[in-house]
């Protein structure tokens, strides 16, 4: 399922509250890490003065130091539970823009998920989220993992763990996709995916002071009334046939729920919200729960090639406050460029 997990890091401690979730993911699903940090050149018209050669060398070997030292960190943590660390952690250190060096190392790279913090060492923001990871989102089209970085605390050496997971699902075909990430999740580290069973073990159930837990998934869907283009009030007769398929939506959503909860092989709870803004209960219901992590598909069953992700996704990741795991079901080669993309393929821009 996941394999390699890539993790852009800038030299800040913002950035590096990715780091533990990387972790545990890589625990989780046996997957490597992969570590990236790419130095930015400043533009003439940001810096009149040309880089000097040797500040330059000075900062590449800073950059590289950094990230030997991130590497053996995360060896230090994994060492408990892999065999072999030093085989699953390694990283590069590439020159250029940002945003278009992380997408085009991912897909080079043949990476499973970006595990990437909101916020970087440009430091918080009003916006939830830095520019650049704004880019990196808009087009990498991989599964990806944001941790709010604003909303964690300090740096911590303590293993990260998802004691309650909210499924925010729509009934389609689509949204389903994040159902087995989800499931593994859930799990706890209890058990692996597939094709790294073997290489469980016991003390991941343990917490950091030794107490067990069962994580917990939350199926949710969200109802909204029908759309009614016509001035209000509405007559009765509009009025009545709107509660009617509310009444028939509620009904057919519990059944698919009691449906779903039955198949799963986790432990599992479902909820059924009505609401008038699907994006804003779904954020509602994971403060509520006190929900550690929402996995949900990129799109639903109204969601379009066109764009990277549907409208709740696209609000969840904007402006959710819950770490966010999106499974992108559009693969690479159905992608449609936009017009800016092929603009900027024709003048040998990326």
Known sequence: ??????????????????????????????AKI???????????????????????????????????????????????????PEERVEYAVLEGRTAEN???????????????????????????????????????????LIIRSYDLPGETDETTHYRRILLPIDS????????????????GGTERAPKAENEMQESEMQIADGDEWVPKLLLASVISPPEIPI?????????????QLLHVSRQAVLAYLSEMKLRLPVESETRVVESKNISSAIQELAEQENIDLVVMSAHGYSG???????????????FGNKSLLVIQDIPLSQVRLTASAV????TGRR
């Not at 050669?53 to 994994?78: C, G, N, T």
């Not at 909101?118 to 808009?138: A, C, E, P, T, Y």
């Not at 379009?304 to 549907?310: A, D, I, Q, V």
Request: proline residues 6%; glycine residues 4%.
């Open 1 to 30: 399922m996941f394999n390699r997990i890539l993790i852009p890091l800038d030299g800040s401690l913002l950035a590096e509250r990715a780091i533990p979730h990387a972790e545990q993911f890589a625990r989780i699903f046996g």
């Open 34 to 84: 992969v570590l990236l940090r790419v130095l930015e050149v400043a533009t003439d018209f940001e810096n009149q003065f040309p880089t000097d050669p040797l500040s330059w060398q000075l900062r590449k070997a800073e950059a590289d130091m950094y990230m030997q030292s991130v590497a053996s960190r995360i060896r230090d943590h994994l060492i408990a539970t892999e065999k072999h």
């Open 102 to 144: 992380i997408i085009d190392f991912a897909h080079n790279m043949k990476v499973d998920l970006l595990v990437i913090s909101s916020h970087g060492s440009g430091g918080l923001s009003r916006w939830g989220m830095s520019s650049v990871i704004q880019k990196v989102i808009d087009l990498i089209y991989l599964p990806l």
């Open 172 to 187: 389609s075909r689509r949204a389903e996709c994040a159902f087995s990430p989800a499931i593994v999740l859930a799990k």
């Open 231 to 243: 001035p209000a009030p509405y007559p009765v007769e509009i009025h009545r046939l709107s509660e």
């Open 304 to 318: 379009h090639l066109t764009y990277p992700y549907g409208s709740v996704t696209r609000n969840s990741i904007e």
């Open 343 to 346: 603009a900027a393929e024709k």
